[in-house]
């Protein structure tokens, strides 16, 4: 199984690491680790939370393994995408109320705690505190290096920690100086903002995963979901990379950043294809269904000291600081 992406031209010094599903990676470093272990046996389910593309990467694996697989969601996952995971035998739990505050993350955890209770020989792969995650992404680092020679920067998208934290701790071995930038949205608590709903999906969070680690990151970006789209669909016209809206939100932040520092090579991770958004992002219908969705093309970010919760697109130096260190600064600042 070819885990490793493409790595692609995408103008100057900036490159694209496109992946045809980089959850695969965590997917399959877990579960084997997993089998080796114990943790998974002969009859052992595997569950686990997901709207998104680690859920797919999963059941890939469960397939490939033959054990069972119970997959926790909601609404956000697509009915095609219901219909792919269902094909290869997934049993598919749908939580279709969201939470008070508006979001489904904490409804789904409660599921998965109630089926875990109720299947005792089950394995739970944890996305977001396992640290095989983030240790799935060092086998990245050799590809990357042999592939470029040298890297001064890292851009991507941050939703669970693991693939950011563990491929810029990874290429710091090599690269000392890399510099690690990490691309959120609006409404997501990850880096300070108070929890919203948001239309972007695939990065931001509602809660704070154990393998987010704030030290590795030099910058945040929260990118909000009409400049995501715009650079998509630029991505697939120009270059004819076929990627899903979480890979425009980090291509954004990636070509604003080569161009302040041309010169300097920087990688920016791409981590899934575009079938999931015929309907949504590549649909001309969809996007003037809400202008929010539409934006000027010359667009650009506006520093901020402090986490704002702007729905604009906004950056801050992070510092590699820790989150308390962050929220501290902003106490005291206000």
Known sequence: MDLMPAVVPLGGSLWGASFKLMKMLPAHHIIDTALASGEIGPDTMIVESTSGTFGVALAVKAALIRRPLTLVTDPVMDRRLCRRLADLGVVIEMCATPSPRGEFQTMRLARLAEIRERHPDHFWPRQY??????????????HLAGQLGRIDALIGPVGSGGSMCGTATALRAYFPHLVAIGVDTPGSVLFGQPDQVRELRGLGNSVLPRNLDHTVFDEVHWCPPGVAYRETRRLHRRHALFHGPTSGAALAVARWWAARYPGRVA????PDQGDRYIDTVYDEAWLDADPRRRVSADVRPREVPMPSGDPDWTWMRWGRRTLVEVCDEQALAG
């Open 267 to 270: 990688v920016v991770m791409l």
């Open 129 to 142: 505190d396992n640290p095989r995650n983030p240790a799935s992404y060092e086998v990245l680092v050799d």
